[in-house]
């Protein structure tokens, strides 16, 4: 309870702008908020208050350039700055305005090699519906897939438990459910999913050699029905779908993983329990894990552990 | 409108007769309704009123060995008999009783393979509810899977013109989808789907050298929803699942496709659509029945080509 | 099995046609097909085939003025208007295009009072997909309420034993469920629902003093799920519901009931089960049919028995 | 962010015990997992981890005794009742096992007139699933109405501005959506959905002239489906309804309210939007809450309003 409120932007390295852009907009159903100098365009899920969730980057290579999560206010901001710092990681200010509508980020490369930021202040535009008297949703809730907002990331790269020490004893996240790596290599924590609320997670790392990779962005949906909805959308657009639908183990969330134009992973996930910040941890063993991925199936489908961008 | 009225019964071939039994009943969550002189075991979906729609019987080889449909009344039986017997095909009456609570049954052998029976009479057990000011769901309705009825089969053989001739012309069965083959070799029809009802399919066939083969068993779930929780009881249970959960692109359905014990596929089975007898048939080319299998996907699951039983 | 197929069509009886086509297209979301010369409006839902299924008709008062049921052809047709003829009712034949892209029609007035037509002819102008590897839904699907199909109608008037007996003996219907009035009356039938299909119903009559009234027409949804989109769409547009969102006892159904801008009662239903041709009607009692109206509830909605147009 | 975690548990007054266990054990399908020397009964809900989140206590007037919130830790316990104390509210401590299994409690009376209170500890025993390789739902998932988890309160009574003080200003809940009076009163804020973390309400006030009445206890669904389970489920045991099921506009949850055997409210509730805490409020004028209190209706069921125990 540190004052890390939710994840509040990612941004996200396409190879095709304008394909990619019509893929957010008009297939996964975002809004487009902005376009900026440098070209990036900016996009939120309907049912977000602020700016924007997603900024897309043009680039020759995909992945994610950073994510960042909004704190409660700028004293929030400021401390938080100093408690990393502290925990012996170097801290950059962005001044704001270098993100559209964003105040001053402060900028650190996780011990798995991701550029993270805390900034404190995005503008407020609302999500489509007034403020008094509202109706339950807006046209833009049948837009495509129309996600309601970006929920959590998966990032792999090197030293998870790095990062675990960080998200857990500096930042006040949870740790809601994690895999362990196989018995013979001693069951180290291969995979961890952390909040600051009481969804399931708001961010996961799991362990891989190379550091800074994206494994998914992920976009909340209401129900199951509207999981099968995104699903015949993939279907209608060629999509390359990943897995599912399906229901994780891990989280109890309805999924389905795909693919962007750029080969970056995204997921469409509704359900999961909601953990209060007392919950104990899940495990899941590695050999339980096909499970914990993909519950009704069970299998440890290989893509998962092996595609990153 | 000949007066067939639905799929009644199948006899399933199983491996391990007690195993398979706590399969359907406990896992799947069938009535088990009465066992026989020959030990065959009887079932019925909770919320079928006919004495059972399922019989097991003990073999050393995986598979089905006949399919009966109810027809309106004995008039309609004979009609139908003198039918098929015109249309070519030999035909033989089995006594009431040979199977538990059901009327004599006239028996032929499809184009196909497969026996294939038609039968008037089935003691009525009712679903569990009362016929005055009924609760619309029973106890049952929540053990296991609790599937509705047993909904079709699909069954694979040479020679499937052969059986649209048949279902088509002698019985009354509208044609509602079909997959073509490959181009290059001329398009025939190597998947046919049948209703005798506003159902999708009663029965499908689809093209296979070897006769007499079971693709699956389909058995009816109320909703998406159920789907999924008849899919977290097969991981519960680690049943292995072939295709699942997603949603055919052929009929609309949403599915799971797994194996019991023996190796015989079943189906959960829900939602689709529902065509009138005078709706035309929709077509599936072989490059589109990737989508078609698996709408969500459009990936041509090679198994579903290729393991029956 | 006579081979009336379905409700095709209704003619509906508006005050305001502009106002009422308004909502028929565009908050309850159906399509609109034509307009003919005597300046009536005709719709149908996206998921159907045929021309139209509901026409509005400018009037100085609310109701309906005929329904029509689609039987299998012209000999058909031909065969249905002796036998009513036969039952003893006076038919007329109106000519193809009396209404658009409609053939031939026999009608004839009901023991109830209601004009009643049966068809054999109407141009199938498709649903909006492909018949070659069509995706599930259209984008049809997703404007207003998006009913997939006229399901049913529920018509008040005297002498309900009078077209039981016409639809069961003469027209092949079959008696799904009935509501008995009260046991000191004797218990008569009141209200019976019958099908000629495996629907829960393709009508349904209650008795009522007073002449061919309308009690509502009936639109399917494809879950209950949909069902709460279509009352979240009443609650913005403001549209007076009667009843619901509920289930039935009666048929199982999900629901609401609310009223077009002339005092039409109209359903928007799901689920309820599927009742083959040789299942037994359910009896509701005339004090166990709060529980058939509304099951939660268990509440005898009064304008349910009372208000129709 | 004060440490404050959620509603942990409420004592209800109930007329018949034993009836009243039957009910909240058999029918809404709570775990029994308790009696004390004062012969109170304590349950929790399937998915909950803490020993008890409703306690029955036999009484000859029904309503609430207290409602308790579980806080961080102990030196949050302190830290909050000192604040409490300081914001002008007498507080008691009441010793560890006064309740079954939980820890020391600080209670205090709100403005509003109820017995509120906090406390840190309560034993952990689970929600019948491992916490290694868990599946996502156990046996009881499916027994009764199966909420899983004690969600939130609404409480009536004066002084609604004073408890909004109190717990904004001191317990740091955010204020989430609230209900405006009568134009011609000047809009006092009548009610009032407040938040310690984002769900839309884990306590809410309505203004009301008598102190401490409950207006009802919530019991969070899964899904709508799961609602309209409930709901069959209450007809079946002939449970009255108050209102439901139905949407809220306020909280967009999915609802129905019904009376337990001693008359006290409860609801059945799922869905909603998940507010971050850094959301603005929304607000609902009293010509408004028609909508937000049933969303399809637009209905001021006069019971919501009036009958409170």
Redesign the interface.
Known sequence: ?T?V??PGHAQLRVLDLEKSVHFYRDILGLVETGRDHLGRVYFKCW?E?DHSSLILSASDSAGVDFVGF?V?DAATLDRLEKDVRAFGLPTERLPAGDLLETGERVRFRLPTGHLFELYAEKT?IGNGLP???????SPDA?RGMAP?RFDHCLLYGPNVAGNKELFVKVLGFNLVERILGPEEAGEPEIGIFMSC???THDIAFVEYPEPGKLHHLSFRM????RV?RA??I???N?IP?DI????H?VT?G?T?YAWDPSGNRFETFA?G??P??????????FD?FA??LD?????LHETFLTVVT
Do not use: V
């Open positions: 309870m004052g409120l939710r049912d208050h909004k409660l407020r403020k008094i008297n509202p109706p339950p949703w049948d309601t609320s009481h969804k209401p129900t199951w029905e099968l699903g015949d993939m279907g209608m060629k779908i599912g639908p399906t229901r183990g109890r309805e389905i359900g329990y909601e209060y910040p007392d919950s104990d941890p899940i495990t899941w063993t339980g499970h914990g519950y009704p199936q069970g299998k």
